[in-house]
């Protein structure tokens, strides 16, 4: 069997299908790395809503896709930027996927950590974006997640310097029950972030996020690193405080990351392990064994599709991640949250369809080639 898949430059392929997926174990815990992924939200398709109405979000097929997850031995970095946070999923929708899914990980003994931010508001005095960071630690402390302080568009606008988020940062460390992590979030990811830290210049950035870091070592689980550089991510974690981890936010670096080097190794928290899950999994199983080549033989041929779907404007590469749910099975349609399903072009599907099936990625080949089919007849493409 064949289909015909297009290209950018209007003209159809031949493509001929994998027929088998890739064999993964299950359920084995990872001991050398932490890993996390942070996980999509299943939009509702039957709700009548808009673009920009609250989320519509199916919590079943939510869930289910978590324990996917779990399944596989991976943590879940929940109601983060995968999640569509500020892109679909406003703060009520993300509370409300934040119990839920906590509460499904106590239930199953998964593990799970929770994004905190300021989405609540849009702008504000330093008091009330403090106001808002403490109204979401509380709620993920009260759920039993840990917590991941996540970047703040409104504390982006209002900082006046480096010193006005070392005040809200090194209050909101104070005042968490456990270490938290930090989440650095580059402007590829949100645009509204641009000179986090207080600096355009990514060397005085890192200078006050480390300073923040110092001052409270012991509040300080990791930091979670989406910059897209991975050398200035090296050069971060070798500065960090022992004790204090790094995972790696990086979809474009990430095998070399986390199998590190003589002076250490990242951690992980990433959306590509989003669709990568199970075979993210199967390779740090063989990094629990000490080989280091093994791993890269296995994840390095993922990098492809992974810089594809992180591709500019990378802010949408939520779509790609939800369009492989949906060709692997894991939810019964390709809609999103916020119409974001129309965010990339058919030859963006095609070519992820393409690189994600050459992985074996899909558990039901034959599904997934049904799925693409069915899309490309949509937009008028007849096999």
């Known amino acids: 069997m064949t289909i015909q898949l297009p290209s950018a430059g209007g003209t159809l392929r031949t493509y001929e299908p994998r027929t088998e997926p890739l064999a993964v174990t299950t359920g084995t815990p990872l001991t ?10 299943v939009a509702d398709p039957f709700a009548d809503v808009s673009p920009d109405s609250p989320a519509a979000v199916d919590w079943d097929a939510t869930l289910a896709f978590r324990r996917h997850l779990w399944s596989h031995g991976l943590g879940v970095a929940e109601a983060m930027d995968t999640a569509q946070r500020g892109m679909g999923l406003d703060w009520a929708g993300a509370a409300e996927l934040i119990r839920r899914s906590a509460a ?8 799970i950590a929770c994004g905190v931010g300021t989405d609540q508001i849009t702008g504000g005095t330093l008091a009330e974006i403090r106001a808002a960071y403490e109204e979401q630690l509380a709620l993920v402390e009260e759920s039993g997640a840990q917590a991941i302080l ?29 270490p938290v992590v930090l989440h650095w979030l580059g402007p590829m990811f949100d645009p509204a972030l641009e ?5 355009t210049d990514l060397d005085a950035a890192t200078d006050v996020f480390l300073d923040v870091i110092a001052a409270h070592p012991d509040k300080v689980d990791g930091i979670k690193v989406s910059l897209l550089d991975a050398q200035r991510e090296i050069d971060l974690r070798r500065r960090l405080p022992q004790g204090v981890r790094c995972y790696t936010g990086d979809d474009f670096n990430y095998p070399e990351l986390i199998a590190g080097d003589a002076q250490g190794f990242s951690h992980a928290l990433l959306g590509i392990f989003d669709p990568l899950g199970p075979l993210a999994a199967q390779a740090v199983r063989i990094l629990d064994t000490g080989d280091t080549a093994g791993f890269r033989a296995l994840l390095d041929p993922t990098v492809e599709l992974s810089r594809h779907l992180f591709q500019t404007p990378t802010r949408f590469y939520k779509t790609g991640v939800v369009f492989l749910a949906w060709l692997a099975g894991h939810q019964a349609h390709f809609t999103m949250v916020g119409g974001l399903q129309s965010a990339r072009s058919l030859p963006h599907f095609a070519r992820a369809y393409e690189l994600a099936d050459g992985l074996g990625l899909f558990p039901d080949p034959k599904l997934a080639e049904e799925r693409m089919k069915t ?9």
């Open 32 to 41: 050398s790395r932490t890993v996390f992924s942070a996980a999509h939200v």
């Open 375 to 383: 899309l490309l007849a949509l937009y008028g493409v007849s096999q």
């Open 104 to 111: 499904e990980a106590k239930a199953v003994g998964g593990r």
């Open 150 to 178: 996540m970047a703040s568009r409104a504390l982006a606008a209002t900082a006046a310097g480096p010193e006005d988020y070392l005040e809200i940062y090194g209050h909101l460390l104070r005042q968490a029950t456990e």
């Open 195 to 199: 000179g986090y830290w207080g600096s």
